[in-house]
């Protein structure tokens, strides 16, 4: 069976990326160890809450936390603004660019999510944008790190598989990569063909959930309240597991559910029900 990365706000509980409960009010040792228990091997961590912890606790003990519970796999988000020329919005970047990249070698992170513009949804100048993120992901690898730029259909500039793949192209570096969410394959004017296409190296990380086939109310909510376990909803989980099987991938699977029932469940009860259904799924697909 692959190895399943419990994201961000599959463990946070009742935090959501929306303005004022981005932090998870649970802390680390208590996502770590119910994620260990469930059955994931790797965990994916928010800047804000590292920060949080680093406020009282060294990195260090983080680090051994991840250690101790088995997380070979691990990774953080989110990196926003990078592309923006000087001005607050770039200053403030610069700090989370910071804390990102050097938290993210110290406690082993493989890589680093980010994305585009969610501010001003007008096409990016790819020449300026490629520059830009040749040289963070030149700074990632040098720390031995790569990042996974994440398409947001609805909410960024850069929308879908094939304005990320025609970014990622013109940057031209080995770090700078794509990460494929389920959702936002789902939701945008991305095949599974494009999926399937991809060369494996051009693939920062997996990400599983599922939800309905036709988008429910506002975009937004719908991303954040209403995703499902992977095999429970209507997208097409198991076409999407061959796909990126086809790429040659062999990192880790991620799981983000962004859900409000799921957020008001306790993490004993709701982790191990997300990793039997997603397992579940990669039985139906046949894929190990």
């Known amino acids: 069976m692959p190895d399943l990365l419990a994201t961000t706000w599959t463990t946070c509980g009742d935090a959501v990326p929306k303005p004022g409960r981005h932090r998870s009010p649970l802390e680390f040792p208590e996502r770590i160890a119910a994620a260990a228990a469930a059955g994931f091997v790797g965990f994916d961590l928010l800047g804000l809450d590292v920060a949080h912890w680093c406020q009282t606790r060294p990195l260090a003990e983080l680090q051994r936390l991840l250690d101790d519970h088995g997380m070979r796999w691990r990774q953080m988000e989110f990196l926003a603004d990078w592309f923006l020329p000087a001005g607050p919005r770039r200053t403030a970047s ?90 936002h394959v789902e939701r945008s004017a991305t095949t599974m063909a494009q999926v399937a296409a991809l060369p494996a190296s051009l693939i ?4 599983l959930s599922d939800a309905t086939r036709q988008l429910v109310g506002d975009p937004y909510d719908d991303t954040c309240d209403r995703r499902r376990y992977p095999g429970r909803g209507e997208f097409a989980v198991v076409d999407f597991i061959h796909a990126v099987a086809a790429t040659g991938w062999r990192g880790p699977w991620g799981v983000e559910i962004l859900a409000a029932d799921h957020r008001s469940r306790p993490l004993a ?7 039997s259904s997603t397992r579940a ?8």
């Open 94 to 183: 610069d700090a989370d660019r910071a804390l990102l990249l050097d938290a993210a070698a110290a406690l082993g992170a493989d890589n680093i999510k980010i994305g585009g513009d969610t501010v001003s949804l007008a096409p990016p100048d790819l020449d300026r944008w490629a520059a830009e993120l040749f040289i963070l992901a030149d700074e990632a690898a040098a720390r031995g790190l790569v990042l996974s730029f994440e398409f947001l259909p609805y909410f960024s500039n850069v929308p879908d598989l094939a304005s990320t793949v025609a970014l990622v192209e013109r940057t031209g570096h080995p770090a700078a990569r794509i990460c494929l969410d389920i959702w």
């Open 204 to 207: 920062g990380c997996v990400e």
């Open 269 to 275: 009860q709701s982790l191990p029900e997300v990793v």
């Open 281 to 288: 799924a990669f039985t139906q697909a046949g894929v190990a």
